[in-house]
């Protein structure tokens, strides 16, 4: 039997998460079943591959990953109850993600080495969309898995043009690339995106979530929603900005007691003060895609596989 499985396992288009996907959707399938039917779906993702790997190598890991699992069942058929009691030790995690900007291949990679795994919580710090390459199959994803988030500036402009279109504006001649991507995501995708709020709280976390930041010593709700989503400065005379000043990042003010998780600023890069993180590393400008985990506040990165455009914003003392 398990030369059998080797055989099959042999197959050059085969996506491990597509076995499980097809297992989740069938409760009574074989995994031996859910296997032939992954690999017969005709995707072209191939999510084996991995950085310094070549398909041959993970190609070989996946068939030794697939004969065990079979091993495991020996004696009996195995079905979902058991990756369903496998999923139960699994303890869920929440995984904080920076500014996406459509960069989907890092995204997906940077899932994988979060260890995603279904009923784990993803976040998005806002901008998930504009400059990369594919802004509409970010947003996809995100609502798939479940994902919530927040507004980024990008995200908002987005949604005006959407809303403009609804309103019957007449487009301009020459589309923004906000306007092009309101008009090309599904019913669905744009929900998801009407829904990001400004902020989100966590009790239990004790943590906050937004796109750029917050002006300390006033309520959250009282936070003008403008600055949530453009900030980056804080200056000496007390005033709020967007502009970059190297000396002065709001997140220096803040003094907790909940820890702001945040995004925005990919001038400074990967922020950390005591009561702070910034998660913006410039992935869409060559840099990384970083994600923080909770609760331990492990950080997790991957780089950028190219520059996608060029950051072109003035920085001052």
Known sequence: ATAKYETMAQGGNFSWQGVFAYVSKLPSLKLHEAYTMAKDDGKENNDYKQDGISNKEAAGQLRKKFIEELEKGVGK?????????????????????????????????????????????????????????????????????????????????????????QAGVSPPKVPSEHLRIAQSLSPEDIKWMYDLPWYIVSEDLSALFVHAGFVSGIQLEKQNPRLMVNMRSILPDGTVTSKFFNSWPWARLWDGP????????????????????????????????????????????????????????????
Not at 107 to 118: A, E, H, M, S
Not at 127 to 136: A, C, E, T, Y
Not at 283 to 309: D, H, M
């Open 77 to 165: 058929s195995l079905l979902v109850d058991q990756i369903t009691r496998r999923c139960k030790l699994h303890l869920p995690k929440v995984i904080v993600i920076g500014d996406v900007h459509g960069c989907i291949d890092e995204l997906q990679k940077l899932l994988r080495k979060c260890d995603y795994y279904p009923g784990d919580q993803v976040l998005f710090l806002g901008d998930l969309v504009v400059k990369g390459p594919d802004s509409p199959s970010v947003i996809q994803l995100a609502r798939e898995i479940g994902a919530i988030g927040v507004r980024g500036n990008h995200d908002h402009e987005v949604i005006r043009w959407h809303q403009a279109i």
């Open 258 to 317: 909940s820890t702001v998780l945040f995004g925005h600023d990919a001038a400074r890069g990967l922020q950390q003060y005591e009561h702070a993180i910034g998660l913006d590393t410039g992935c869409v400008y060559g840099g990384r895609l970083t994600a923080c985990i909770l609760p331990e506040k492990r950080l997790v990165s991957v780089t950028a596989k190219k520059e996608y455009c060029k950051y072109r914003r003035k920085q001052y003392d």
